[in-house]
């Protein structure tokens, strides 16, 4: 078993785990707990990557374990629904009411009435996709198209590298040019960091590609402030300057790749000027980039995941990963791309990956509010939220807030806090967290794989996800072929597919050895996993989905009533919406101060920023960093976050990316007027607090 340092003496004990939160680079820790409790979180040197280093987050992640928003108990509701009050009752009567109310829907209307929602609240092999996929899939209930995130990203780099592995962390001290692109790796993937400035003070130029001037931009040799949306037409204007100046690698295109010439007439359309123009950046910067890329080597993209939230995101990922192919820039340490590493492990469910999947209902999650509010053949009667905060985290927020007020939908929210969402709950479970179960967890920057060990004793009557689907899935007579035992080996034995030498490294060291090299260089370690181990640069299967065809830009959207355009980034002080209870202060829109000026707008003035979907009111932030045209607001707000509990997924269509059917978050156009009334401008966070009946449930 992983180590477990004890001192009975004091009751004090250290225990080594892991971070599974949805971050890339999943640290390996260290517990230190005393009398039963944590008393603090530390980084360990398990992973070598994170190498004791961890984020404020995460540190402070105990805040979160005993904090008032924390639930113990299962609670029925009572009165009005949106107001958090609950009847304490026992985890097992919850499942119980559940059943039985899973029972009435499937006789009355049919199980697609019954639509399970889940997301990367945990991120662990065993927290999801094991007990819970069975038990919805044997009983026939709706399914989930899981497209909040990276689903572009994924499905381009599906069609073209077969989720190729990527560049280690490591090896971008390596590279003589790193270009990030879409990503800020000081917000998400701090370990990073240091490797690309100690690039930099090797001698590699380095490239940020992005709206908004982030802290690695400010110290890079060219930062290149793009009009959201328009990477794609950036990335061909590259492509088309390589090809057309005898920088493409042809000998490289000809042995591994197939659909060279289709991307060659796509990118033809693209001059430099006129990209440039169109992104509204300046194109000596641009010519620069095109040089720098064909020029040097090892070169290295970081393609991150700001790039595809909006229309365009699919083709700008696909325009942005090909440029390595066409460039030549594989088959050297440092040179490439990186992405996901997330494909890189090949760790399934055993017994999901053997049970089939019913060919019923799919459901894309960022059109909640339409299911919610529409879908009559049959309507959705009950949702099953777990891992995931709906009512703050999908587009189209007063719609799915609209949704969740129906009387006639029967709401079970299964989580370790009250969230937004578990404010409109018929029941309510109290779910462990990572400090108290095991799980497994691959990491989706370092290609490593981790088990998750408990270092305290559950919080009150709060339950593991495979405990709580292996106990309803039999209240509701279904196999489901899982083992409720809380022991590592048998948890890894019968819910995860693991390689004998895989587990015994897991269980004795707490740590695997990667199935690929811990720093493959792609084309020597690692190839594409496509059929014929070549890379698709014009799969025609995404040419078939994407409404103008791939490598298309669908240009702009700005109207005189909506110039602006609002971006949600990551914040520092939240994993997505994980971790926004114990954030109390309002949420501040940046704003460029060249449009505040033309809009009468002073710092720390109270505004409203709206669109014909609805209006967010909270104080504004000037801040030169962004790019002028461009708001930004951090994705992962609480309704208590804003002064009209409104987040800026209340301004998001639920409209789909190009491809692989993605969220776009980034593709929201707004207009912005200063508030006047001194009613506004004297509210705070607790306008939207609301008693929430501690003495019941918590």
Known sequence: MAEREDDSTWGRSTVDTACPLDCPDTCSLSISVERGKVVSIDGSTREPVTDGFICGKVRGFGDRVYGADRLHHAGVREGEKGRGRFKKVSVDRAIEIVATRMQQIKEEHGAEAILPFSYGGSNGLVSQDTTDALLFRQFGTSRLARTVCAAPTTSVSQALYGRMPSVSYEDY??????????????GSAIHLVPHIKAAQEAGAALVVIDPRRTGLAKLADIHLQVRPGTDV??????????FENGFADEAFLAEHTRGVDQLRERASEWPLERAATVAHVDRDDLVKIAELYAERSPALIRCGWGLERNRNGGNAAMAVLSLPAVAGKFGVRGGGFSLSNSGAWTVDSA??????????????????????TEFKDPPV????????????????????????????????????VLTDTARWADVVLPATTFLEHYDIVKGYGPVSLQLIQPAIEPVGDSRPNVEVFGNLARRLGLEVNSSLDTDAEAMMHVTTALKDDVRDSLLANGIATPECPARPIQFIDVFPRTPDRKIDLFPTELEREAPAGIYAFQGETATDTHPLVLLSPASEKTINSTLGELRDD???VQMHPQDATVRDISDGDTIRVFNDLGEVLCPVQLNSDLKPGALSLPKGLWQKHTMNGSTANALVADTSTDIGGGACFNDVRVEVTRVVTADFGSRNVALWTTETGTDKVH
Not at 355 to 371: D, I, K, W, Y
Not at 386 to 407: F, H, I, S, W
């Open 173 to 186: 001290r390596e590279a003589r040019l790193i270009v990030l692109w879409g990503a800020n790796p000081s």
């Open 233 to 242: 037409v950036i990335a061909l204007a590259i492509h088309r300057f390589l």
């Open 351 to 372: 017994a999901v990956a053997a049970a089939s999947e019913p060919a019923t209902r799919l459901v894309n999650m960022n059109q909640l509010g339409r299911a919610l």
């Open 381 to 416: 009667q009950m949702l099953f939220v777990y891992n995931c905060n709906p009512a703050v985290t999908m587009p189209d927020q007063n719609r799915v807030l609209e949704g969740l007020k129906r009387d006639d939908l029967f709401t079970v929210v299964f989580d370790q």
């Open 586 to 588: 309002l949420a501040r």
